[in-house]
């Protein structure tokens, strides 16, 4: 069973910017549909995005426009990049690739 782990969240201003970073602990070149969800206090969990191979993404309505998602062959890494954070992103912020799940990684936006 391998590994996703989450990393780069913290507390973020409103109208401020983060890139979390997800590591996989095999090769990530034929890893496709790599997705990032969110999920806040007392919230079911939420599709934000997804890495379909090379450049091609797919992105929840809410954040099309401010987050992007990227990914890094050498490092075994994909990063959400997030832009124009409203308080709203508040939450605990996972990447999954088919039943690998992350621990999470914490974005608290707030003035």
């Known amino acids: 069973q391998g590994q996703l782990v989450e990393s780069g969240g913290g507390l973020v201003q409103p109208g401020g910017s983060l890139n979390l970073s997800c590591a996989a602990s095999?090769?990530?070149?034929?890893?496709?549909?790599i997705d990032w969800y969110s999920q806040a206090s007392g919230k079911q969990r939420e599709f934000v995005a997804r890495?379909?191979?090379?450049?091609?993404?797919d992105y929840a309505a809410s954040v099309t426009g401010r987050f992007t998602v990227s990914r890094d062959n050498a490092r075994n890494t994909i990063y959400l990049h997030m832009n124009m954070l409203r308080p709203e992103d508040t939450a605990v912020y996972y990447c999954?690739?088919?039943?690998?799940w992350g621990q999470g990684t914490k974005v608290t936006v707030s003035s």
């Open positions: 095999r090769s990530i070149t034929t890893m496709y549909n």
């Open positions: 890495s379909l191979f090379e450049d091609n993404a």
């Open positions: 999954k690739w088919k039943d690998w």
